[in-house]
């Protein structure tokens, strides 16, 4: 199934491996089928997910970065999804102010049962980054005056 | 650095989809990449022998296999690349199949995306160490949680293995479900007869410790070394002084109080012995029905004790168990049979559970085994049986079957006719499902030899008409609607997850579904572990599970703690943070999140730096996206490696990204 | 908005003919209970039973045109006492939901429908935003000792997704209701039944086995008189009662209310404003044993 407006965008996923990159699995063994854009990136927790990752990812030319871990209270090591939770949202919420359509994050939780969410979850998400289109590309001149002022340093 | 890339078909499974011949080509194309290969099963012995010799030849540092979910293989693999005299964490999975082939049709896409996942992990084998992993002594006792059939087998086989096992029991006495049959199928054998006897066993094991009227309040630590704090509820009976002599139930004037034990088909003794086989067999009392408790006056229970072991002001205790793995058993519960309005479980008296039906089918019961009506104490001639009460229905969000009622429900119609021989019984169904030995053929006799009267077909709806009841029901093989007039109808209740699984499951960090079952490690090949190591389950908790299941469960979990046991080092898993002492500012932050106070501070020359205790670092990296400095790093999974990650799939540096 | 209960009344197209006595005695019912009902203007078929058999997008248009009348009126809902209007007032909302299925249905109506009143049997109103308990306080005639069968019928809460109303089993919202009225409410187990409604045309005897089993087992229960909520039911079980005894060799004189009747009842409303001379099996005697008894209380 590709993706609705036929080119394919560049959509990041942190998962954590005790949760949601299961359910991916479990979405996998149901064939369900789901869009390609998406490139998963395993991680042991959803608070290990530093929230520079995910700037990285959009600085580098990422359009969309989805992190997904365990439900809240059911986190294989007790507390993680906590944190996660907490930098998350301050995360998506400073995202405009680096002049970063905060649309093109999003975090939510899935656990290993839950194949059918999954699907939703990906689809849901990867129609609304085709929808925001890809990321926009930074100004050359704005590049070039950075370069500038790097070297002036 | 050389790295060998394996690009496996999984027969048709991934190369249906992705084009697995190109994927190895453009891998090869990767900086560092120095052989790459498609290969048929990787796993499979040819598979894992190629792989190894490559190493061989090509002189490999690393490898990377493009094929299932790393939750299924990576364990394989990495064995096979040290068989080949690498390290095993030089070793990455692209999971290809579950999250490529299996999800996807378009083959173009697919293999991109194939390549994709393939250069990430290239890219983060290229940031891989060696990491070796440290051993730590384990504490070899069990916990089982849970005193069914189940749990009972587990807790005897570990306890014959040799192993100390502590055996945590919600209610006043273990047995389970299966201490409230009457008899099993498809045998027709007394429950009690092959039960009691395993009962007994426990109580007289040396290796086994029973918490009975107990819970699991809080559990703490990891593989070998778990800290368990067990609640021992309120039971108003000193048990080491109470010898079951059941003097107490004679003479308490309080014999209104709900029978548990009897699925409220009677009633007993606010002081009471559950059963006669119960074990611990020690009396408790029922605080909500005492009058001692409730108004303040009685106390003959008090008097007539001969070992003075009544205690009013007990308090609920808490106890603390130190052991090495866990065995979850805690079942399941009963589908509520009053959710069927268009039944009338609860408002109509002879509309009764299958269980309770068993209570009066039982020689222990309420009864005494004679077969009487709840509402006026009749024999039944006309007794109906609907299945799939609670089974095998969206609308009641209880999608599954429950596997065994097929099964008990032919034999409670079989046991009808050996009780009242001049009685008649109907089973309204959806399907027979009775796929185990001798099952099928138990089913046949019920309809043959018994000449019960299976009608295909739900109900509609159960309405009293006089002193029977109307059971208004499709026949789906006659395309008619049927009416059968009974004395008595019993609905096949459904299992469902037993209630509090989900808290437990919290405390035990495993997995549910969404009805509450624990989620095993893998479906067909883990089935009794979990994905938290040193948790195992049995029996029901897991999913709807009969007798001999549940049983054979017991005894895998049991075997798997054996196996776990049978070293006394266990070896920690080496993917644990590390402090780069000269980045430590010594601020502490990561003390305060670690949730497993695997962090310490420690004194280097004068300054405070943090500490990493290997063994009881799990591994979540929590303090390393905490760390201001990036001054600790949780192995395999450092910054720089994810991060490698990140930048395989965004190539273009910003510059590269303009246009 | 004006007066905290005001609805939009849709009455249907039965409440100007066959059960006009329950038209007009949950008009008389509503103003003495303080619920304000406005006749949505110029309103039309509901799109019943033969429109939604030939096409569903018809129908929901001809449901849309009476809920896009309503929308400019400053109400809390839409109110119908009939189940049948009220379930294709319900369907059609429900279905238009869906923006593809909106559309379609918005193209056959002058402008678009916002769909966005909530839709309500007069029942529904009289249970949940008044409540049993208010309307016992504003009894004056208790039916004390008038023992009745509660018969719902078959849709009005059903299929319970869309209905979104009471258990689509075992309801007890008239249950509730007759029983804050003073009345004696059976165990009657048929509640949801099926009177085999429109077959009294085509296939008499359909509704003759299935009202007559409706009719017996209320007299099994102890029932004096029956109460239902539908026009169809109360018709069929009221008006085909000779066609019933007949067929089945029975000998029912089951009177069949209206529930808005009884309540009108108890709360002193005249016989007059509650049509009761429109049923077919006489009720009369019924109130004068209620009558009897509560003088010889009185003494």
Known sequence: MSANTGSEL?????????????????????????????????????????????????????????????????????????????RLEVLKRFLPILGIDERRFEYTWVSASEGQKWKTVVQTFTERIHELGPAPKLDQCLMERAQAMAMAV | ??????????????????????????????????????????????????????????????????????????????????????????????????????????????????????????????????????????????????????GIQAALDCADGGLEVVLVEKTSSIGGKMSKLDKTFPTVDCSSCILGPKMVDVAQHPNITLYASSE???????????????????????????????????????????????????????????????????????????????????????????????????????????????????????????????????????????????????????????????????????????????????????????????MYTAKQAILTKDHLPESQSYVFYMDIRAPGKLYDEFTRRAMEEYGTKYIRGRVAMVYPKGDKYIVRGADTL??????????????????????????????????????????????????????????????????????????????????????????????????????DIKRCVGCGKCIQTCPFGAIEEMDFRGMPKANVIETICQGCGICTSTCPQGAIQLQHFTDNQILAEVNAICQQTPAQNLK | MSSSLTFAYYPGCSGQGTSIEYDKSTRAVCKALGIELVDIPDWSCCGSSPAHTVDHILSAALSARNILQAEDMDVQGIITPCPSCLTNLKVASHRMRDEQFKEKVDDLLNEPCRNDLPIMSVLQVIYEKLGPKALAAKVTNPLKGLKLAPY???????????????????????????EAVGAEVMPFPLKVECCGASFGVARNDVVTKLSGKLLDVAADCGAAAMVTACPLCQMNLDMRQDQINRANKSSHKMAVFYYTQLIGKALGLSDASLMLDKLCVDPGHLFREIETARTADAV
Not at chain 2, 86 to 109: Q, T
Not at chain 2, 225 to 241: E, G, L, Q
Not at chain 2, 269 to 274: C, H, L, V, W
Not at chain 2, 357 to 370: C, K, N, V
Request: glycine fraction near 8%; include cysteine; aromatic fraction near 8%.
């Open chain 2, 216 to 406: 699991v309040a809080d559990v703490k630590g990891y593989v070998g070394n778990f800290n368990v704090s067990i609640n021992r509820k309120a039971t108003y009976v000193d048990w080491a002084a109470c010898t079951g002599c059941g003097l107490c139930m004679e003479k308490c004037p309080s014999k209104k109080s709900r029978d548990v034990f009897n699925e409220e088909i009677g009633t007993t003794t606010a002081i009471n012995i559950p059963f006669p086989q119960a074990i611990p067999k020690k009396a408790s009392i029922d605080p909500e029905f005492c009058l001692k408790l409730t108004k303040g006056k009685c106390g003959v229970c008090e008097k007539v004790c001969p070992t003075n072991a009544i205690r009013f002001e007990q308090k609920q205790e808490t106890a603390e168990e130190a052991v090495g793995a866990i065995i979850t058993a805690t079942g399941y519960d009963l589908f509520d049979y009053t959710r069927y309005e268009e039944y009338g479980g609860g408002r109509y008296a002879d509309v009764i559970t299958s269980l309770q039906y068993e209570r009066l089918l039982s020689a222990s019961g309420p009864t005494g085994g004679h077969i009487k009506r709840p509402s006026d104490g009749k024999e039944p001639k006309d007794v109906v049986f609907i299945q799939c009460v609670g089974s095998r229905d969206k609308s009641v969000d209880r999608p599954y079957c429950s596997g065994f009622c097929c």
């Open chain 2, 478 to 579: 006659m395309g008619a609607q049927v009416e059968v007039e009974a004395d008595l109808v019993v609905l096949a209740v459904g299992a469902e997850a037993a209630k509090g699984a989900p808290q437990l499951a919290e405390k035990l960090r495993i997995s549910y579904d969404a009805y509450g079952f624990y989620m095993e490690s893998h479906p067909k090949l883990r089935p009794v572990e979990t994905n938290t190591a040193g948790v195992f389950l049995a029996g029901s908790c897991q999913g709807p599970k009969d007798i001999p299941t549940s049983v054979g469960q017991g005894s895998a979990a049991a075997a798997k703690v054996l196996a776990l046991f049978s070293k006394d080092q266990l070896e920690s898993d080496p993917q644990v943070s590390v402090v």
């Open chain 1, 10 to 86: 560049k959509i990041v996923g942190f998962l954590c491996n005790w949760c949601s990159y299961g359910g991916a699995d479990t979405a996998g063994v149901g064939r369900f089928q789901q869009p390609t854009d998406l490139r998963i990136i395993r991680v042991p927790c959803s608070g290990r997910i530093d929230p520079l990752f995910v700037l990285k990812s959009l600085f580098n030319g990422a359009d969309g970065v989805l992190v997904s871990g365990c439900h809240p209270r059911d986190c294989h090591y007790a507390e993680g999804n906590f944190y996660a939770r907490r």
């Open chain 3, 152 to 178: 719902y019928g078959c849709i009005m809460n059903r299929p319970p997704e869309v209905m979104d109303f009471d258990d689509c089993e075992n309801p007890v919202a008239m249950d509730h209701l007759m």
């Open chain 2, 1 to 150: 650095m050389k790295i060998g890339v394996f690009v496996c078909h999984c027969g048709s499974n991934i190369a249906g989809t992705v084009n697995v011949g190109s994927v190895a080509e453009e891998a090869l194309k990767l900086p560092s990449v120095a052989f790459a290969s498609d290969t048929m099963y990787a796993c499979s012995e040819p598979g894992q022998d190629a792989i190894i010799e490559a190493i061989k030849e090509h002189r490999l540092d690393g490898v990377v296999v493009a094929s299932c979910s790393p939750r299924m293989h990576e364990p394989t693999f990495r064995k096979t690349v040290e068989r080949a005299g690498l390290n095993r964490y030089m070793f990455e999975m692209a999971n290809i199949r579950e999250h490529v082939s299996w999800i996807g049709k378009d083959k173009d896409a697919n293999t991109r995306k194939a390549v994709d996942l393939v250069a990430m992990a290239v890219a983060k084998l290229t940031q891989d160490r060696e990491l070796t992993p440290k051993t730590f002594d384990i504490n070899k006792r069990v916990l089982v949680i849970g005193g069914g059939v189940a």
